[in-house]
Structures are given as C-alpha cells and as structure tokens.
C-alpha cells in the first residue's frame, strides 16, 4: 500500500491501462473483496443448515479468507480438485463475474449470484444474463 503522499504503483497487469483506468479497476475490486469478506460470516447466520464453501480464486491471497472461516464454525476455504464437483453438489454460488465453468449448470439447479460492490446484487441465469 502507498503512502499518502505516494502515487500508486501497479504492476504488470496494468500494462496497456490508463492510469485512471487501472484504479477504477483495482477500487472496484479492492470493494469487491471487501463485499466479499462481509457476506462470509453473515451467510454463515442467515443458512445455519448449510456448509459455506469458499474457493478464492487461485492467483488471491487465500489467508484472509481462512482468517474469516477462523471465526466461523461452517466455512470451508479450498481449492482442492477440479471445481465442477463442488459446483454439482452446490445449493447456490455467489461470484464475481459469471466463469465459463457455470454455463452449463442448469438455473433451476445452482442459481447464481452476481456480487457487485455497492450495488444491489443481480441473479442471473445459466448464460449470465440478469433475471431479476
């Protein structure tokens, strides 16, 4: 993190982005993420009948979301295996994003939600487009 006074540096993955493009896009995600540590523990409370899988994504730093499932006494963090086991077992999945890998889930079987920061969260169907 910069110092106040410092202006933010990024790294390769910024290549070819304006800067102020680049930090829309690191805000949006940094809201995100922090959307994301928010609904954990509260999901954990609204659906006391179900286990919580969390499985970041490989490239995040896994520790803050094990620090989460620390404190909570039915969140799971991995990555083991192939994701679709997991999502044929899933009661629902909340991303960010719609993956490829959901696509050919059936709706009616995993409904999807879409987590956008700040935002009112968007259901969307097998394709990815809102529903609701």
């Not at 969140?75 to 899933?90: C, F, I, K, Q």
Request: overall charge positive.
């Amino acid at each position: 993190m910069e110092k106040p006074d410092e202006e933010a540096r990024f790294g390769p993955a910024a290549r070819g982005m304006t800067r102020e493009y680049a930090e829309g896009l690191r805000d949006h995600k940094l809201a995100v993420f922090k959307d994301f540590q928010r609904i954990i523990p509260r999901l954990e409370e609204v659906f006391p009948e179900n286990a919580i899988v969390v499985r970041p994504h490989p490239t995040e730093n896994h520790g803050m979301y094990r620090n989460i499932a620390d404190r909570c006494q039915r969140v799971y963090v991995t990555n083991d295996g192939n994701v679709v086991p997991w999502l044929t077992v899933a009661k629902a999945v909340i991303h960010n994003g719609v993956p490829p890998v959901l696509k050919p889930m059936s709706p009616e079987r995993l409904p999807s939600v879409i987590g956008q920061a700040s935002k009112k969260p968007m259901i969307t169907d097998f394709i990815g487009c809102p529903t609701g």
